[in-house]
């Protein structure tokens, strides 16, 4: 089981520091050494969330601080920062899990502020 945890975290790792590539499951599992269908298994297992449901709640967050203190930043810019190919998904994605625009969050962050 430690085994698990700690391969979880590695994989946890990789993906922050590829926040900006597109991230697959084939290649967390061969960073893991494992074939997909196995690392899927054990990532749902010792995680509260699946793979892509983490890779995208870290991507919308870590864009949050950028939407909060790079003001210099387009939300396109961001957008394509953090892997995504067009600015509609990264905004419907962004508020499926914040529940407010990308826009709307940074104006409300600017708004607290100021």
Do not use: C, W
């Amino acid at each position: 089981m430690d085994e698990y945890i700690r391969l979880i975290n590695k994989s946890e790792d990789y993906i922050e520091k590829n926040l900006s590539q597109k991230i697959s499951l084939d290649d967390l599992a061969l960073n893991a050494n494992m074939s997909k269908y196995h690392f899927h298994r054990i990532f749902s297992k010792y995680s509260e969330e699946t793979v892509k449901q983490f890779i995208t709640r870290i991507k919308i967050e870590r864009s949050g601080i950028f939407l909060a203190v790079r003001k210099d930043l387009s939300i396109t810019d961001i957008a394509f920062r953090y892997g995504y190919n067009d600015v509609s998904t990264y905004n419907k994605a962004f508020k499926k899990h914040t529940g407010m625009s990308p826009l709307e969050f940074r104006k409300a962050r600017n708004d607290k502020n100021s």
